[in-house]
């Protein structure tokens, strides 16, 4: 069973930073992709950051390339997101996502809350 330990939401102030850390177990790094989504109330879900495992590769969104990091410790089945310069429109839940073996799995999200 795919199980998820979030940590690092919380109240901060714009231009700060926070960093986000999700553990995952249950599932083998092979051919896996491991990222961040956000959700804002009355907003889609949308996918903030990833790793793959598929070529190596980390993604971003357009609106957080160059303030946002995701970076794993491979040995602790971690991934984080330092999130810098953070804006009032980045306030939102942060849900943990695994792809693995053509299944996603969600953890229970954090909340990140930006004031001006």
């Known amino acids: 069973e795919v199980q998820f330990v979030e940590s690092g939401g919380g109240l901060v102030q714009a231009g700060g930073s926070l960093r986000l850390s999700c553990t995952a177990s249950g599932f083998t790094q092979d051919d896996y992709a491991i990222g961040w989504f956000r959700q804002a109330p009355g907003e889609d879900r949308e996918g903030v950051s990833c790793f793959s495992s598929y070529d190596g590769m980390t993604y971003y969104t357009g609106s957080v390339k160059g303030r946002f990091t995701i970076s794993r410790d491979h040995a602790k089945n971690t991934v984080y997101l330092q999130m810098d310069r953070l804006r009032p429109d980045d306030t939102a839940t942060y849900y943990c996502?695994?792809?693995?073996?053509?299944?996603?799995?969600w953890g229970q999200g954090t909340q990140v809350t930006v004031s001006s």
């Open positions: 996502s695994l792809t693995w073996l053509l299944s996603e799995y």
